[in-house]
């Protein structure tokens, strides 16, 4: 049972409070970053490819809309399924990043390929995330790129001749994976492939990376790693055909949490045996918390009590872990320092500083460090205002420890609509309420 239902759109959401151990089964929607990886291959492919159980957000309804824009046949079937029937790229197009990470970097390379002007803008905080990476990118192979308004930032302007010869290309990406990722996507459509290096203080998120690369790989383009930090895709065609997405095992993370929080077990099915998503590394994360975490033929499952321990976590590998760790942290008995994260400054919002902000807003003690948090455990946390800053992420943060924390109210539980739009139903159904 809870506490809490539901608000009316446009006021906080008052998060539900657990009161009982939850005892749930949670399927959960495709994968996101697999949603959108396919979708530009399939736009790139050399046949039609079926894309199976894709998830249907925000971020993959702006990614559909921007490569039908540039001229891809793209149908929604009834079962959600989606069709994808490559065309020409030969018509002028607006594209609208919304506040996707994914589409406005991953879009441009694909739109230099295009024989038009392809114009680029999103979000107003779309226009503050760095997209300075993408666009010396591309000028340095050859695209005529125009930023006239802020330099390396979205709004922007692709003036493509329908080739991009490739070859060469050094970037730093320390700021994020997804412009190299964005990179390598298109990178089997240029004339001479793409070697592809990273220069660079770090380079965050590397199993996006992986991800990326095993997603071409499986469309049978040839891909390799030679050294460190250096990429090289041979030009050739994309395979089309059928491809299934996977479960998002980052939007599995406030689930699985909720165990920890309220007691009892959570099991999301159709866990994969091996993945590439960085949120498989919740099942080591969670048993250092506290977590009993089983895997068998019916899913992931992780089991809690209650009780919740800090962690000293080097995050790099995938931050956006990191609103779910820090919650969690918040409730914990021990201290946390969740370091290797500097990169999340540049996300949706600065989430460093807003997991901090909303944080000791309600009690809790918690300080930025250059590149993380550290998060002291407290007895003083009160129900209030949740602030979510256009971001999914911080919504679902709010509302792991409004589990534990009565009168936690959700600022906009809709922005989880980005990744996961039924987030909130299944919450409750979670915790077994009624929508």
């Not at 736009?43 to 957000?57: G, I, Q, V």
């Not at 994309?238 to 959570?266: Q, T, Y």
């Not at 971001?391 to 109210?409: F, K, Q």
Request: charged share 20%; aromatic share 4%; proline share 7%.
């Amino acid at each position: 049972m809870t506490s809490a239902s539901y608000s009316p759109a446009g006021t906080p959401w008052p998060a539900p409070t657990a009161e009982a151990p939850i005892h749930a089964t949670v399927a959960l929607p495709g994968s996101k970053s697999l949603t959108n990886r396919e979708l530009v291959l399939s736009a790139l492919a050399a046949e039609p490819t079926l894309l199976t159980a894709p998830l249907e957000s925000r971020d993959s309804r702006l990614m559909i809309e921007a490569l039908r824009s540039l001229g891809t046949g793209i149908e929604i079937m009834d079962n959600g399924d989606i069709l994808v029937t490559p065309a020409p790229f030969d018509q002028p197009a607006k594209i609208d990043c919304g506040l996707a990470g994914t589409v406005m970097r991953f879009v441009p390379p694909v739109a230099a390929l295009s024989s038009e002007v392809i114009e680029f803008d999103g979000d107003e905080a779309a226009r503050r995330r760095p997209m300075d990476v993408t666009i010396s990118s591309l000028r340095d192979l050859g695209v005529f790129v125009i930023d006239d308004i802020v330099k390396g930032s979205l709004p922007f302007r692709i003036h493509g001749e329908g080739s991009v010869a490739g070859g060469e290309l050094t970037v730093d990406a320390s700021s994020s994976s997804q412009f190299v990722s964005g990179l390598l996507l298109a990178a089997a459509r240029f004339e001479d492939g793409l070697v592809l290096r990273h220069e660079g203080e770090h380079l965050p998120s590397m199993p996006h990376i992986e991800m990326t690369l095993d997603c071409l790989a499986k469309r049978g383009v040839k891909v390799s790693s030679p050294e460190q930090a250096v990429w090289v895709v041979e030009p050739g065609p994309i395979a089309g055909g059928e491809v299934a997405i996977e479960p998002d095992l980052s939007n599995a993370g406030p689930f699985l949490a909720a165990a920890m929080v309220a007691g009892g077990s959570v099991t999301v099915p159709h866990w994969p045996t091996s993945t590439t998503q960085v949120g498989d590394e919740f099942d080591g994360i969670l048993q250092k918390m506290g977590a009993i975490v089983t895997r068998n033929e019916h899913g992931l499952t992780v089991t809690g009590n209650g009780k919740i321990h800090g962690i000293d976590i080097d995050l790099s590998i995938g931050g956006e872990l990191t609103p779910v760790i820090a919650a969690l942290a918040a409730i914990a008995d021990s201290p946390t320092r969740i370091s290797g994260v500097a990169h999340l400054r540049g996300h949706e919002t600065d989430r460093l500083a807003a997991l901090a902000t909303e944080i000791n807003r309600i009690g809790g003690i918690a300080r930025e460090t250059p590149d993380g948090l550290e998060i002291d455990p407290s007895d003083r946390l009160v129900g209030g205002l949740w602030r979510t800053y256009e971001d999914h992420r911080m919504a679902t943060a709010g509302a792991i420890i409004g589990l534990r924390v009565p009168g936690i109210e959700i600022e906009d539980i809709k922005t989880t609509s980005k990744t996961m739009p039924d987030f909130d139903k299944l919450w409750l159904k979670m915790l077994g309420g009624n929508a």
